[in-house]
């Protein structure tokens, strides 16, 4: 007779060990439930999780916009400057009558959109001689504005326009 210590059948005492080992998962089929899968289990419910991300969405959407509407608002003052010295350029070289108060007020903007930089008397370049006034504005505005252009895009591809 056999002992009870020892083991008659050794097929059957190794049949749990090969039981016992973990099936390999399967794939998930697609990349939504990957992740899913693969995500570290969190402590937060998942309502709270959804929630955050929905604010943080509303928020990023909200600044975008606003750096949107800050970008077009720097390109419409930038044109209206350029605007403002191509007016006066032309003013300047039909002789208009500077007595207007039309005229006047282009005039005036014109000055001050030159910034000092592109000024008619001292502006860039300074022409002397018949039609010097004409040519002054010319070269010195349509510098202006060209400059208050290139600005204006700069501002507002940076700004997100």
């Known amino acids: 007779m056999t ?3 020892t083991p008659t059948d050794t097929h059957a005492t190794a049949e749990p060990a090969a039981t016992a080992e973990p099936t390999p998962p399967t794939p998930p ?3 939504g439930s990957a992740r899913a899968a693969a995500a570290p289990a969190s402590s937060r419910p998942p309502g709270v999780r959804a929630g955050a991300r929905r604010t943080a969405s509303v928020v990023g959407a909200g600044l975008q916009h606003l750096r949107r509407l800050l970008g077009t608002l720097a390109w419409t003052a930038c044109l209206l400057a350029a605007a403002a ?5 032309l003013l300047v070289a039909a002789q208009a009558n500077t007595r207007n108060a039309l005229v006047a007020a282009v005039l005036h903007a014109a000055d001050w ?10 502006g860039i370049k300074h022409f002397t001689g018949a039609g010097s006034a004409v040519k002054n504005a010319l070269v010195n505005w349509g510098l202006g504005a060209v400059a208050w252009l290139v600005v204006g895009r700069l501002a507002r591809r940076v700004l997100g326009g």
Request: net charge neutral; charged share 20%.
């Open 85 to 89: 010295l191509l007016l006066g350029t």
């Open 113 to 122: 959109a030159d910034l000092g930089v592109f000024s008619r008397g001292a």
């Open 29 to 31: 089929q697609d990349r």
């Open 3 to 5: 002992s009870p210590s």
